[in-house]
């Protein structure tokens, strides 16, 4: 293989201005954070606290190998919304007993754990991670139910919730719930559809329809416990297949279900069972990003501080140079990479990916895409050139490979260049996303821009004066509403990835997903669309 070089001088004006800039926005990450590690705030925790329950961190801790890592999904979803960040459930993959699981917990001290329109969609990407990579899951259950004033968002499509389970079950996939309070009505069905089901005594209430409404509905007077108690799903309905003493016994009794389900992976393991470490300092990542996303970086920088041994064996090196391609290994597990180099993507660039990409899955190796990009190239020659076919090219190329994709947004994601690097639409498994990155349809300016023109040609069509100061003042305008909404937060809040991370914890991040993704095969396309040549 062949080590990569360094350029970065970490004293030099640009590295330092651009290692500011982005400490500014790890500012604001971990600002979120908070308030999405905060729960419902001091008095609701207080008020948890005091009735003897434990936090959803607190409860994953305990449910996760001492020491193992978790990585946390979705952390910021809501930001930006009219509901709490985090959107009361918190979601991640950890270690259980060896066996790596997606974890999903209640957060019940944010309105109970009310099911909103961004924890249903959280949860439902959390089911969709466990599929596609082959996890079990591991629920741990305390929610008031549907938050009642956004039903109409949620009812309908949350039952895709339940559906996932069973399918995770037929597929093989062991799902298992810890009760630690309120499972009601729908939420009922989630221990209802899981393969093994732990009820806490005393604790757990689980049924279709509380007292009041049995007794509104039936005219039966009864209460919890005989309605829906541990004891009684235990002993009665046989709902509960264990009965857990306290939080912390149920919590042992998941810890022991994972343990028995005799889990094997059925991807390879690493390739190299002791991987080098990166030879350059990952810290040096927070002035490599360009600040001023109109400037473009080497991504070779980037690769040399999250491969092993800043190892990279280059893929036509000399042909499509605005595209990076080429091989390497990630904590041990080879990879395929695909990063851009100077942000525009022309007709040899998506031709070299299309090609690296049938390679990629000939030899079933994962693939890494690094995006920093404005787009495909536009304009009469470039068109003229086939631009659109050989962006359609690349697209095929990326919609029909089945080795797994992981992105990263390392600064632009704009317009189709969003799609050949496998964007969210393209179900990368995972993506992730610097806290510097945009992405919309095209740079603030250049929407502004596009719409300008668009008003004047209807204003001289009609034979109308232009009026400049409303030009001025809706370019403004638009320019801020795109600034705002192509943020990596705000995307991130709409759970457009899976999550901003620090630069720094990109290789951590890489590695513990390519673990996760060798629980299941890993395998290469049989075919493709039709290349339109």
């Known amino acids: 293989m062949t080590t990569l070089d360094t350029t970065v001088d970490p004293s030099a004006p640009g590295f330092v201005a651009n290692r500011a800039a982005l400490l500014e926005r790890l500012d604001e990450l971990d600002a979120a954070l908070d308030q999405a590690r905060a729960g419902g705030g001091e008095k609701y925790v207080a008020r948890h606290h005091k009735r003897g329950k434990l ?10 190998d001492a020491d193992s890592p978790f990585l946390e999904l979705s ?13 009361s459930v918190v979601t991640g993959i950890g270690v ?8 999903v917990a209640n957060d019940p001290t944010v309105r109970g754990g009310a099911v909103n329109p961004w924890s249903l969609a959280k949860t ?11 996890l079990p899951m591991v629920n741990l259950v305390e929610s008031a139910g549907a938050d009642l004033p956004t039903q109409a968002e949620i009812f309908i499509p949350g039952g895709r919730v339940f559906r996932d389970l069973t399918r995770l079950s037929a597929a093989g996939i062991p799902t298992v719930s810890v009760v630690f309070g309120n499972a009601t009505a729908g939420g009922a069905y989630v221990p209802g559809m899981s393969d093994h089901v732990i009820m806490i005594r005393d604790r757990s209430q689980v049924y279709l329809a509380g007292p009041p409404l049995v007794k509104m509905a039936t005219g039966e007077v009864t209460d919890d416990e005989s309605l829906g108690g541990a004891a009684m799903h235990a002993g009665t309905s046989g709902l509960a297949d264990h009965l857990a003493e306290d939080e912390r016994d149920g919590i042992r009794l998941a810890r022991q279900c994972v343990r028995r389900l005799n889990w094997r992976k059925h991807g390879p393991s690493p390739r190299t069972a002791v991987p080098q470490p990166p030879k350059y300092d990952p810290e040096e990542l927070l002035g490599i990003a360009s600040a001023d996303l109109k400037v473009p970086f080497d991504p070779r920088e980037v690769l040399a501080r999250i491969l092993d041994g800043s190892d990279f064996d280059e893929f036509k090196p000399a042909y499509g140079g605005a595209l990076v391609t080429g ?20 007709s040899e660039e998506a031709q070299k990916a299309a090609q690296f990409i049938q390679l990629a899955n000939a030899s079933n190796t994962p693939l890494i895409f690094l995006q920093n990009t404005t787009g495909y190239m536009v304009g009469t020659e470039y068109e003229q050139r086939g631009i659109i076919k050989h962006g359609a090219l690349m697209i095929n190329a990326v919609s029909n490979s089945t080795v797994p994709h992981l992105t990263v947004n390392l600064g632009a994601s704009y317009g189709a260049g969003n799609y050949g690097m496998c964007g969210r639409a393209y179900d990368p498994r995972f993506l992730f996303t610097w806290p510097n990155a945009k992405s919309a349809v095209m740079g603030p300016a250049q929407l502004a821009g596009v719409l300008s023109i668009v008003a004047r040609q209807a204003a001289a069509a009609r034979g109308r004066d232009y009026d400049e100061d409303s030009d001025a ?5 638009v320019e801020q509403q795109i600034e705002s909404q192509s943020g990596a937060l705000f995307l991130s809040g709409r759970l457009y990835d899976d999550g901003v991370i620090d630069p720094r914890d990109t290789r951590t991040v890489l590695g513990l997903c390519l673990s996760a993704i060798h629980n299941g095969p890993v395998k290469g396309a049989d075919g493709y669309g039709i290349f339109r040549m």
Do not use: Q
């Open 96 to 103: 259980v007993e060896g066996v790596e699981c997606l974890i």
């Open 124 to 134: 439902r990407r959390a089911g969709e991670i466990a599929l596609a990579n082959r």
């Open 473 to 477: 003042a809706m370019r403004m305008m």
């Open 75 to 87: 952390p910021v979803a809501a930001y930006g919304t009219d509901f709490p960040v985090g959107a």
């Open 55 to 64: 936090l959803a961190r607190e409860r994953i801790e305990l449910l996760v």
């Open 327 to 346: 091989w390497g290994e990630l904590h041990g597990y080879p990879v395929g990479v695909l990063a851009n180099a100077r942000g525009v993507l022309f």
